[in-house]
Nanobody
């Protein structure tokens, strides 16, 4: 089992920045990718970004150029630096972990509990 805990969410004005963290514990696998999804009220959970064990990154078009995903394998922690935030970025943000082939989908085996990000206009 892998446990994932997100932190760093909060309330920010449009144009501001936030940094989310996702700490992994338990049975962590060295070759696992990690990713971020988000879910706004009344909408489906959507892919935001993912990073392979070796550091290859993937982004949704809606966040490309504004968000940066990174990871520190020694600390089993992943980060999401969010800049130039917009009201439409408001959502609960979830981290996940698993093989790269599924971590960009909702079929990833491990998920955190989510952290709320609210962007005011």
């Amino acid at each position: 089992q892998v446990q994932l805990v997100e932190s760093g969410g909060g309330l920010v004005q449009a144009g501001g920045s936030l940094r989310l963290s996702c700490a992994a514990s338990g049975r962590t696998f060295n070759n696992y990718a990690m990713g971020w999804f988000r879910q706004a009220p009344g909408k489906e959970r959507e892919f935001v970004a993912a990073i392979s064990w070796s550091g290859t990154t993937y982004y949704a078009d809606s966040v490309k150029g504004r968000f940066t995903i990174s990871r520190d394998n020694a600390k089993n922690t992943m980060y999401l630096q969010m800049n130039s935030l917009k009201p439409e970025d408001t959502a609960v943000y979830y981290c996940n972990s698993g093989p790269l082939i599924v971590v960009r989908t909702t079929k990833a085996p491990y998920w955190g509990q989510g952290t709320q990000v609210t962007v005011s206009s």
